[in-house]
Each structure stands twice: as C-alpha cells, then as structure tokens.
C-alpha cells in the first residue's frame, strides 16, 4: 500500500484536529483474496498528542498486518539532523544481510545507535566509530528494545530546538 495514492479528508473538532487516510485494494491484488478497505486516521489534540488509529474490513478471509514508517520533521530545516533524539533502550535487535532479525541482541552504547541521552541525529549518524549494523542499513531503520518503564512514561523523544516542538 506504501506506493498508491490515498484519499484523504480533514475534520476538525474543538478539541482536535485529524486527517483520516482511505484505501480501497481490490480483491486479488498482490496476490491476496478480498477487497480491502483501509482507513488510517493521524489526529492532534489540544495536548500536542499525535495519535493514529488504523482500521481495515474485507469481504474475505486475508491476512492483513499494518504499520506505519511516516516521517516527519519538527524543524523548519527539511531534515532531521539537529533534532534531538531520546530513545529509553540500550539494545537494538541484530538483522542479518537480508536486514531479517537474528534473534541477537545489540547493544548500543557507543555506537550510532545510542539515543540514551538527548541527541542531535547527525550527531550519532555521522559519528567517526559507526557500527556494521548501521552501515548495512544505511542509516536507521531498527528496532529498538525498549526499558521497561513505568506507565505513561515517554520511551522516546523528540525535539527541534529552533522551532521548540
């Protein structure tokens, strides 16, 4: 679904704001049985809080698993560099040459991964000791594993510092 063009729709609320993204997938498409019928809906609250809500129906049985890769900026400046970043996890999962996991765990002090503390992205990106699960990737496409933390406690960050979002 991340390559078609999705229909979408504003609503507005007194206590937020939402766009909800709609998806029809034919029956068949990709190989999959029954029509599919996508709704993705991102919305803001009074609070600064994001949310997105995804739900699908179809006329037949199909697997159907969603996530969501959306990337956005904080800053005025189009990329994420500057940006601080707070992750509340010492370990990344291990991915293999197909980027599949390996069932190891990394850990990331020190290396590009490390998030531990509020820092600037470019800062751990451009970093003079990278490490080989970095450079396989390219950059950051990882996942994380998380601190247990206590309930409705933040496990990661973000902030631009020019615009204070």
Sequence with gaps: FHKKVWAASVQETADSVAVTFTLTSPDGEGGFPGTVNVEACYSLDQNNELSLVITANTDKETPLSFTQHAYFTLSND?????????????????????????????EVANTPFDFTKPTAIKERAEQSNSHPLFDRVGGYDHNY????????TPQATVKALDTGV
């Design 145 to 152: 594993v998380l601190r247990d933390t206590p309930e409705h």
């Design 78 to 106: 189009p990329q994420v560099g500057n940006t601080l970043l707070h992750i509340d996890a010492d370990k990344v999962t291990d991915a293999d040459s197909t980027l599949l996991p390996t069932g190891k765990l990394v």
